[in-house]
């Protein structure tokens, strides 16, 4: 009787410690993926154990030309070493934080990562971006926001100024001594912030011109406007000894050449 226990006995603390020595040969999970994961989601919503990326460009209120353009970060790293294959979602939003814009997955460039935005953004406005990493359906954290200005053709607009001289004033700034064909582009410039400052009488172009003081068959010097029948013009831009200074000056007169509204 004491044999039989002591078999049963034998038997059962073997099998314990083949249990035991089973367990603890299980092989660990790869590093890459088990350091990168977690099981539950962070305060900001993320489930990827990783790095924010950092925006690179375009930052910093940086004003661009480009309607698309190119939004490049530093890439995010797994927490706590590792390799991971990541992609990246960009995103962009108006100064109101409302998201007119979320990219599909990029994949993952060498150390940072590029993207050319598949939306025409407004010209004459600031807007903020943000990118975060993804893999197999698991997000990383929020990078932090970024803000740039979408020019036009027109560049650096000046139609928040105070008034018409000052507009004039801000357009000259932007140029050396001008050629034709600068006066042409100066007279849109100014033209096109009148514009966008709901100036009365707009709206403004240039005057269409083929003689005379005629620069490739515009004014050289004059903003027209042409609103309700009214043909009205300003001289902008004083030629006494060729000095280009900038001006406002009402002409009372009416051309029989049209006047070219700026869009």
């Given at each position: 009787?004491?044999y ?6 034998s038997?059962?603390?073997?099998s314990?410690a ?7 040969a299980?092989?660990?999970?790869s ?12 305060p900001d919503?993320?489930t990827?154990k ?14 661009v030309?480009d309607e698309?353009?190119?939004?490049v970060i ?6 706590f070493?590792g390799d991971l ?7 962009v939003?108006?100064?109101?934080s409302n998201?007119?814009y979320?990219?599909a997955?990029v ?9 050319e935005?598949?939306?025409?953004l ?7 971006w ?14 932090s ?7 036009n053709?027109y560049?650096a607009s000046c139609?928040h ?7 004039v004033?801000?357009?000259?700034a932007?140029f050396?001594f001008m050629?034709e064909?600068d ?8 033209a ?5 400052a ?8 240039v005057?269409?011109k083929?003689?005379?003081?005629s620069c490739?068959?515009y ?5 027209c406007?042409n609103?309700g029948g009214?043909?009205r013009q300003?001289?902008v831009l ?19 050449r ?5 869009p």
């Open positions: 009787m004491q039989r226990k002591f078999t049963v006995l038997i059962a603390i073997l314990a083949m249990l035991a020595c089973s367990k603890s299980a092989p660990p999970t590093p890459s993926e088990s350091v990168a994961l977690v099981t539950h989601a962070a919503g993320s990827l990783v790095t924010v990326p950092n925006p690179v460009s375009p930052r910093d209120g940086l004003e030309e698309t353009p190119e939004l530093d890439n995010a790293r797994p927490r070493g294959l990541m992609s990246y979602v960009f995103e939003l108006d100064l109101g998201v007119l979320q990219s997955p994949e993952s460039g060498d150390g940072r990562t590029s993207h935005i598949a939306l025409a407004e010209s004459d406005r600031s807007f903020i943000r990118a975060y990493a993804v893999h197999n359906g698991d997000r990383g954290p929020m990078s926001a970024a803000e740039f200005r979408v020019f053709r560049g139609a100024l105070g008034s018409d001289l000052a507009i004033q801000c357009r000259r932007q050396g050629s064909w006066r042409v582009e100066f007279l849109r410039r100014i096109y912030d009148l514009g966008r709901s100036r009365e009488h707009a709206p403004y172009g005057l269409i083929d003689t005379g003081h490739h068959g004014s050289c010097d004059i903003i406007s609103t009214v043909h300003w001289d004083s030629d006494e000894d060729g000095d280009q200074v900038p001006g406002w000056r009402r002409l009372d007169r009416v051309a029989a049209p006047c070219e509204a700026v």
